[in-house]
């Protein structure tokens, strides 16, 4: 099931953070983002936290437009291949004020996510040199088809 993140979250979430990835966020980075206005944090609970997204949701007023920054997501590796990174975007996509505007960042040789980002209709804008470290790119990434439905 996906749900909004509570703080009692957190440490699960971390755990997960620290699994998936070499510079792992902060308490407070999480923290941080359940107290922002523009943040929309939710987590996939089976029996337990097994992934979660983040992203913040910012409306155009001036092109009448919703843009969402995907900024954060990862499923545990232990959870991988099941769909679970699917579900987590397309709930945000399907929740997400129409037209919208969707934009990410994703590591170069992350190939699983930058597959399932094409899949569900991005596409890449540019590269971010060293965006993860030294010599650690990144793909920016932009789903151009604003009005996809994702239910």
Same mark, same amino acid.
């Given at each position: +099931?996906?749900?909004?993140? *509570?703080?009692?979250?957190?440490?699960?979430?971390?755990? !997960? #953070?620290? #699994? *998936?990835?070499?510079?792992?966020?902060?308490? &407070?980075?999480?923290?941080?983002?359940?107290?922002?206005? *523009?943040?929309?944090?939710?987590? %996939?609970?089976?029996?337990?936290?097994?992934?979660? !997204?983040?992203?913040? #949701?910012?409306?155009?007023?001036?092109?009448?437009?919703?843009?969402?920054? !995907?900024?954060?997501?990862?499923?545990? $590796?232990?959870? $991988?291949?099941?769909?679970?990174?699917?579900?987590?975007?397309? %709930?945000?996509?399907?929740?997400?004020?129409?037209?919208? *505007?969707?934009?990410?960042?994703?590591?170069?040789? =992350?190939?699983?996510?930058?597959?399932? %980002?094409?899949?569900?209709?991005?596409?890449?804008? &540019?590269?971010?040199?060293?965006?993860? &470290?030294?010599?650690?790119?990144?793909?920016? +990434?932009?789903?151009? =088809?604003?009005?996809?439905?994702?239910?």
């Amino acid at each position: +099931m996906i749900r909004r993140a *509570v703080e009692s979250d957190i440490e699960d979430v971390l755990k !997960i #953070e620290r #699994e *998936v990835y070499d510079s792992p966020w902060s308490y &407070g980075n999480f923290l941080s983002e359940l107290n922002n206005s *523009v943040s929309r944090f939710y987590v %996939y609970d089976e029996n337990g936290i097994c992934g979660y !997204i983040i992203c913040w #949701e910012i409306f155009n007023e001036d092109e009448n437009l919703n843009e969402i920054e !995907i900024v954060n997501v990862a499923v545990s $590796q232990r959870y $991988q291949h099941r769909g679970i990174g699917r579900k987590l975007l397309k %709930y945000i996509l399907s929740k997400s004020r129409k037209p919208f *505007v969707c934009f990410l960042d994703v590591r170069v040789d =992350n190939v699983p996510a930058f597959n399932l %980002y094409i899949s569900l209709g991005f596409d890449i804008t &540019g590269i971010r040199k060293d965006f993860y &470290g030294k010599n650690r790119d990144a793909y920016t +990434m932009k789903l151009t =088809n604003c009005e996809v439905e994702y239910a």
